[in-house]
């Protein structure tokens, strides 16, 4: 088992209390030279106003539950795009299409974004994204840069491991990073083993209606399921993803989960799970297809690993997976093609709950060790298949060869990098140029606000000797990003009209408001600068309800014109929303406060911008 371990316990205790701390800077800056960027790196990513950023920059916003959109080599911050949370600047979660989306939940902790892929390449159509706080996963329209629907997942806890997709976008795969009872439902921690599972969730896409779905799932033993990739090409009918506590603790992980020399790799061809559900191979758990690997049997193996891995990442050619050792300086490359051998020959050392461990020494390639390195947690490629590791614990980014495991370039970053991401970086062919390292900790970077500070990116030029050429904040926190180019993606400029829509109206003298009993149904339109609900009336711009009415107002803008969005609001009813040109929306409530509000417009619009208001007045019960 020695050499899945190069490290020993008295080694793994310092370095666990360096990941925990994070204190002891100085020993990893002193050998070092943080340098500042130069005049000639700031001319590299000058893009002068009036020209536009070559790639967009996804960045997940963590347990803000938003997605941060970065135009790279610039690094500006071009917009938030609001997710798993509500967020009053676009009026998210208010309106009845998000409001229904978001149910319950006021907060998500969205990790993993993964764009919708057509032969391994990002077609620039789709986003997707998962909610480790809710357990949820969203899909976002790249013509609008709006979510367009959100799933609750069953039968597990925290999808952390994803999202990844599948080469031409068949499966997005969700396994989980806590495991729970099947049906999460009680069950005693003492039971754990017995009653427990992560389960691991196959959805798919249904592009015409935009919506999700999940296909089946698979109840894998209870373990943490950490990071995972689709494969490509070679490999395109597989997937991977790293394994921890696999010791099955229940307590006190910190120490506990990291007892056993190894964990697993998980293995599985996605082709040959679809195949059995179609076969009735499954049970049906709490309204899911639920495949139990020790019943129904095929399709997963597990890779012996040093032990608590991070990340793994398929390289673009599809051959090989590597694995990032967290708490090991090691990164283990294996080999795609030796494991399908190994399968063939049924090379097993034994199984655990049913599903087969395939021989280490079989699908190893290499293990590689970049001096000095400590703490690889993820891996990105470039335009030449070259790999690039961050060092959590050593607060850099190295370069190397995958196929000799030769470090070629390393460059510290400003500190503790968790992902990095490249341009195009997750295809079947990478641009190389540019990766951005989302750093942990941003420390002295920028100006102080107390003591807890923004997260960092930092964009390296990796066209030569690496180089870092622009640092900026971020708020809490990127976990990953995806890195596009900018002409993939085809946002629309306004919304078209949609006559079938029936609570849309696009002529003023439409305008009207319908009451049935305690139902009061506006029809109205925004444009500059005024609102119209009821045409007839001598007062247009006024809606007057009795207390305890069910309101809904149906609100389109009919200024068809880019970038001229108009939002509505109600002082005082915590209330607002947005529609952008040509858009129709939604709101619903309950008149449940008497008295005089406001109405006014959110969106700055016009010169008459101020103007664009009116009342809403609810008559008080008698
Ligand atoms: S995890 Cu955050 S650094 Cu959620 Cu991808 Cu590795
Ligand atoms: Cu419409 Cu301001």
Known sequence: ?????????????????????????????????????????????????????????????????????????????????????????????????????????????????????????????????????????????????????????????????????????????????????????????????????????????????????????????????????????????????????????????EINASQADRDYIVLFNWKELAKMVKDGQYEEIDGQKMIFPEKHKGGIYLVPVAKSPHGVDVTPDGKYFIASGKLAPALTVFSFEKAFKAIEHKEFAGDRNGIPILKYESVMEREVNPENALGPLHTQFDDQGMAYTTMFISSEVVKWDPKTGKTLDRVPVQYSPGHSVSAEGDTVSPDGKWLVALNKIAKDSYLSVGPSHPESMQLIDISGKMKVIQSVPVNPEPHYAQMIKADKIKTIEVYEKDEKNQNAIYKQEQAKIVRNGNKVDVYGIAMRSKFIFDVKSKRPDVIEVNEGDEVTIHLTNIDFDEDITHGFAINSYNLNIEVQPGQTNTVKFKADKAGTFPIYCTNFCSALHQEMTGYFLVKPKQ
């Open 1 to 253: 088992m020695k050499a899945w371990v190069p490290i020993t316990s008295g080694l793994l205790a310092g370095f666990l209390a360096a990941t925990i701390s994070f204190g002891n800077f100085s020993s990893r800056t002193e050998n070092k030279t943080v340098s500042g960027s130069t005049k000639s790196d700031a001319e590299k990513v000058y893009v002068p106003f009036g020209k536009q950023d070559e790639y967009y920059l996804f960045a997940s916003g963590g347990h803000s539950g938003q997605m941060f959109i970065y135009g790279v080599p610039s690094m500006r911050h071009i917009r938030t795009v609001p997710v798993f949370s509500p967020d009053s600047a676009t009026g998210y979660g208010f309106d009845e299409h998000s409001k229904k989306m978001m149910g319950d939940y006021t907060w998500g902790d969205l990790h993993h974004p993964a764009f919708s892929e057509t032969n391994g390449d990002y077609d620039g159509k789709y986003m997707f994204a998962t909610d480790v706080g809710n357990s949820r996963a969203a899909v976002m329209d790249l013509k609008t840069f709006t979510v367009k629907d959100i799933i609750n997942v069953p039968n597990t806890s925290g999808p952390h491991c994803a999202a990844f997709v599948t080469e031409n976008t068949e499966y997005l795969f969700l396994p989980t990073r806590f495991s729970v009872p099947l049906g999460s439902k009680y069950e005693p921690l003492d039971d754990y083993s017995k009653k427990y599972r992560g389960v691991m969730s196959a959805v798919t896409f249904d592009e015409k209606n935009t919506k999700l779905n999940i296909e089946y799932q698979v109840a894998l033993p209870p373990w943490s399921y950490d990071l995972s990739d689709a494969g490509k090409k070679v490999s395109a009918d597989w997937a991977v993803m790293t394994t921890y506590n696999t010791e099955e603790a229940t307590t006190n992980l």
